[in-house]
């Protein structure tokens, strides 16, 4: 016969609570079977009851685990055995029956403490404890050793709270005044959680805003006072949806809350010195409005008042910019179709519009992170580069010169496009046989020297040199103001082991801005940059340029990248300096820059298109301010988390013998140093020069004769260069 199956399962006694004592029954267990052993620890450590009463067990009094929770309270009978020893404080984190034994030494003041209460004395009865008599019932050792932990932390967040202290008896009971345990003020509720050693205050919103509250132990008739504290407010998550066009609602979650809307007010919640207001407060949760539409993404720190407690908790918040916002663009031609948009469009689409240039675009699909909507073409919309407005759930978000239409271009070249030395790929010209510029006619040379330091990277051959650096970022809202500016005074310059690439690094505020350099040497490079395919003849310089994670001050704003480029002489000669640079806007996106000192032709690729958060689309590049000696050039972006650009360099010789660089009727056209600077404008990230003219708009052409000549890219029919 096992006397110890289903050791392991409730069903195994019961535990029956009456007149507020607790009583066993156990229907499994060993008793009255002369059991002579008692079993090891492990044998029931993983039980929560045991009873092997009257048996014939001799030996130590077995000693038990302090447990560090409510589950590892045993409840175990051993009265009517032969048991020795001494009780240990251990002991009085159990419910133990240990009454009929040999146990000496002196009873534990948790069990002094419970001496008038006729259950607890049966319990220890039938041994020769020094400090009680068995069988007495008056006339005990005083109790003394009642008493809390310090000052109890108190989270109002919660229903209820753990209280600590020492001999807190092993019953509860909810606040009434026949039970072995009270309170005051009415209404707290108090439970035993671990005997003697941890109690439940529940309800614990009663006791505000009460510091402190004193409890009675109607056993052993002592009133103890419980000082309390409260916790700060604490936040474990946040998150923010538009509030229409007016600002933010967020979801706070936490404790430490206030548990009433009544108390709740305007000073409640604070990011930095912004209130937002509270419209529900209570317990876990707070939901507040906070009216700045154009909220800076950044690192706030978030201040959280109770009100009740008079308790503040602080958070440090990132907000990030959340729906909607469109980052990338797959248009149609200019006969219309289907567009596909992507972005943040959140999980409710209660009403969607979209509006691209002149024209409603019906929509077709949405879903969280893509739209697509149906577009009748450029006779309804108008040409592009085209504004796009987006209105989700009466949010509104706009764009400029963010539309373009696919086209199929022609290359340029004479007689043949790509001047019969490239291949033509949708209109840009993919040079072969050691040829360059944008028409391929122009030969790359070979014997460049590259310099470097952390601030500028030059091109120098035949007594020239060509240098670019990136020098400041602009933020710019969408009336065109200057929001902020970083100057790039100094950038962390890295270099891999081939010598042949090197990375140029910065930081602003949480923002890296980043760019590459590789030289291309040896034999021409394949590139795959937003889907298209090119090759970089060796010579070139090859750019990839990243900023990611830039907190943008406005939902609506734009970035400038400022990037100063220079063609200098390294020696002075007695020809005259000058340059005039001269240009038309057309509002065609700009792709190609070169420029021409002697025979020697330094070329640049911008691009218009960019990869937004993976996705490409189009990326307007501009002439924003040109001087005698400078030009500056704007690469806008859509907004994004991070945002790649590819462009690339090189330099040329123009195989024309009939250049001189100091022939008096080509005086114009001598020795000249020509400065540009460069602003790319962007919305995540940033863009630079770039030599083969794969994605361009327009060109730049810096003649012999001092002129700059910008080229739009054909359309249908072979472009005329006028030197």
């Known amino acids: 016969m096992c006397h110890f199956c289903k050791c392991n399962n409730l069903d195994y006694y019961q535990l029956i609570y009456f007149n507020f004592f607790f009583l066993f029954k156990f229907n499994r267990g060993v008793v009255g079977s002369k059991l002579k052993k008692m ?4 044998f029931y450590e993983k039980m929560l009851g045991l009873d092997i009463s009257n048996n014939d067990i001799i030996g130590q009094l077995p000693d038990l685990k302090e447990p560090k929770e409510k589950s590892e309270v045993k409840i175990i009978n051993l009265s009517g055995n032969k048991l ?46 020094e400090n009680y008599i068995s069988g007495s019932e008056n006339n005990f050792q005083s ?45 707290l509720s108090i439970l035993v959680e671990i005997p003697n050693k941890q109690l439940k205050v529940m309800d614990i919103k009663f006791i505000l805003p009460l510091d402190k509250v004193i409890i009675k132990f109607n056993i052993p008739n002592i009133n103890v006072t419980m000082y309390f504290n409260y916790y700060e407010p604490k936040v474990s998550n946040i998150s ?36 937002c207001e509270s419209s529900l407060v209570y317990n876990t949760l707070v939901i507040c409005v906070l009216y700045r539409p154009q909220m800076a993404e950044k690192n706030y720190i978030l201040s959280i008042t109770n009100e009740q407690t008079k308790k503040t908790g602080f958070y440090t918040y990132k907000f990030e910019r959340t729906y909607p916002y469109i980052s990338a663009i797959n248009p149609p031609t200019k006969s219309g179709g289907i567009v596909t948009l992507f972005g943040s469009y959140g999980n409710n689409f209660t009403s969607v519009d979209v509006i691209i240039g002149k024209d409603n675009c019906e929509i077709k699909t949405i879903n969280s992170t893509e739209i697509t909507c149906y577009i ?50 949708g209109g840009f010209c993919a040079c072969t046989n050691g040829f360059s510029g944008f028409k391929c006619d122009k030969i790359l040379t070979g014997g460049i020297e590259i310099k470097k330091n952390d601030t500028l990277t ?42 042949q690439k090197w990375t140029y690094i910065n930081k602003f505020e949480n923002s890296i801005i980043s760019y590459t350099i ?91 298109k960019v990869v937004s958060d993976g996705r490409p689309t189009f990326s307007k590049v501009s002439i924003s301010e040109q001087t005698q000696d400078s030009i500056t050039v704007s690469l806008s972006l859509p907004y994004c988390k991070e945002c790649l650009i590819d ?52 060109r730049i052409y810096i003649s012999k004769k001092g002129g700059i000549i910008l080229l739009k890219k054909q359309k249908k029919s072979t472009p005329t260069i006028n030197e």
């Open 376 to 425: 009748s073409g450029i006779d309804s919309t108008g040409p592009g580069p085209l504004n796009i407005s987006l209105i989700l759930n009466q949010v509104n978000w706009f764009a400029q010169n963010f539309f373009v239409y696919n086209e199929d271009n022609i290359c340029p070249g004479v007689p043949k496009q790509c001047s019969g030395n490239g291949v033509c790929f």
């Open 518 to 608: 590789e030289q291309i040497t040896g034999a021409p490079k394949n590139f795959t940059f937003a889907g298209e395919l090119f090759t970089l003849q060796p010579g070139s310089l090859k750019l990839s340029a990243n900023i990611s994670n830039w907190e943008y001050l406005g939902s609506l704003n734009t970035l400038q990248l400022q990037i100063e480029s220079s063609v200098k002489a390294q020696e002075e000669n007695d020809c005259e300096q000058k340059s005039e640079i001269q240009s038309t806007n057309n509002g065609v996106s700009l792709n190609y820059i070169t420029i021409q000192k002697d025979k020697n032709i330094f070329s640049g690729r911008f691009i218009d």
């Open 240 to 275: 923010a949806i538009p509030y229409y066009n007016l600002g933010y609602l967020f979801n706070i979650v936490g404790s430490g809350f206030p548990n009433s809307n009544e108390t709740s007010s305007r000073s409640l919640v604070k990011f930095d010195d912004y209130f």
């Open 39 to 42: 079993p090891p620890y492990s």
């Open 458 to 499: 030059e091109m120098i051959k035949n007594g020239y040199s060509f240098g670019f650096t990136i020098k400041d970022i602009k933020e710019i809202d969408f009336l065109g103001r200057v929001v902020r500016q970083y100057n790039f005074t100094k950038w962390e310059l890295s270099s891999d082991s081939t010598i």
């Open 84 to 129: 020795i020893g001494e009780l240990t404080q251990n002991h009085c984190y159990h419910i133990l029956n240990i009454s009929n034994n040999q146990l000496t030494g002196k009873l534990p003041m948790c069990f002094i403490c419970q001496l008038n209460d006729p259950y607890h004395r049966y319990r220890v009865n039938g041994n020769n404890f």
């Open 647 to 698: 462009p690339d360099f090189s330099l040329m010789i123009n195989p024309d013998p009939s250049y001189n660089s100091c022939n008096s009727d080509q005086e114009s056209r001598l020795k000249w140093v020509i400065p540009v600077s460069v602003i790319l404008g962007l919305l995540g990230l940033f863009g630079i020069f770039a030599l083969v003219f794969f994605l361009a708009r327009d």
């Open 143 to 187: 109790c003394t050793g009642i008493s809390f932990n310090e000052t109890i932390f108190i989270d109002l967040g919660l229903s209820r709270s753990i209280i600590n202290g020492t001999n807190l008896g092993w019953q509860g009971t909810s606040y009434i005044t026949s039970g072995p345990l009270t309170s005051y003020p009415n209404g």
